[in-house]
T-cell receptor
Framework: AQSVTQLGSHVSVSEGALVLLRCNYS??????LFWYVQYPNQGLQLLLK??????LVKGINGFEAEFKKSETSFHLTKPSAHMSDAAEYFC????????????FGQGTTLQVKP | DTGVSQNPRHKITKRGQNVTFRCDPI?????LYWYRQTLGQGPEFLTY????????KSRLLSDRFSAERPKGSFSTLEIQRTEQGDSAMYLC???????????????FGPGTRLTVL
């Protein structure tokens, strides 16, 4: 069965520090991978997605993620954290040929300290 | 493009009552999804429409839940005889399927937060 695991429910970084949010997936078929961000009491906003065109994907707000098939990972990074990055981040997977429904990880709360 | 809208944004109801939520997708998006998100968890898929046809339902969608998309535009999600366990954020998303088997990008609404007392 396909699944997504986000390692670390809470991550805390200082402003200006590197952000690394981890995501591993389990799939028997080639996946499509997504990162979404959710601010309090709001819906989900797409940060970036991997669709097999390039393994390094650049998204909005300076975020990027690298697809590593050998490690079944799709970790999200940002070189320098900003206070406005504090939010909940979700990794999700979908699969070619299906309905397009997303399977989400449990989420990681990013705290940015001044 | 006004984005996906959902109404109401908040709903408080008593156990046993029926509730209905509405989702208006982005214009011309023919795919529409419903997800449920409980506190501290990621969203879970409930059901999916392609135009007016409901093509997939999760096992999470008990017989107390029903969703419709009568004209292939807006959708409603009704919960009958609500239970405290139904308390959650209900999210709607819409998309346009891409050709070549590439998965589409789903755009989410702000959600409806349901509290069952």
């Amino acid at each position: 069965a396909q699944s997504v695991t986000q390692l670390g429910s809470h991550v805390s970084v200082s402003e200006g520090a590197l952000v690394l949010l981890r995501c591993n997936y389990s799939s028997s078929v080639p996946p499509y991978l997504f990162w979404y961000v959710q601010y309090p009491n709001q819906g989900l906003q797409l940060l970036l997605k991997y669709t097999s065109a390039a393994t390094l994907v650049k998204g909005i707000n300076g975020f990027e993620a690298e697809f590593k098939k050998s490690e079944t990972s799709f970790h999200l990074t940002k070189p320098s954290a900003h206070m406005s990055d504090a939010a909940e981040y979700f990794c999700a997977v979908s699969f070619s040929g299906n309905t397009g429904k997303l399977i989400f990880g449990q989420g990681t709360t990013l705290q940015v300290k001044p | 493009d006004t984005g996906v809208s959902q109404n109401p944004r908040h709903k408080i109801t008593k156990r046993g009552q029926n509730v209905t939520f509405r989702c208006d997708p982005i214009s011309e998006h023919n795919r529409l999804y419903w997800y449920r998100q409980t506190l501290g968890q990621g969203p879970e898929f409930l059901t999916y429409f392609q135009n007016e046809a409901q093509l997939e339902k999760s096992r999470l969608l008990s017989d107390r839940f029903s969703a419709e998309r009568p004209k292939g535009s807006f959708s409603t999600l009704e919960i009958q005889r609500t239970e405290q366990g139904d308390s959650a954020m209900y999210l709607c998303a819409s998309s346009v399927p891409l050709s070549g088997g590439v998965t589409d990008t789903q755009y989410f609404g702000p959600g409806t937060r349901l509290t069952v007392l």
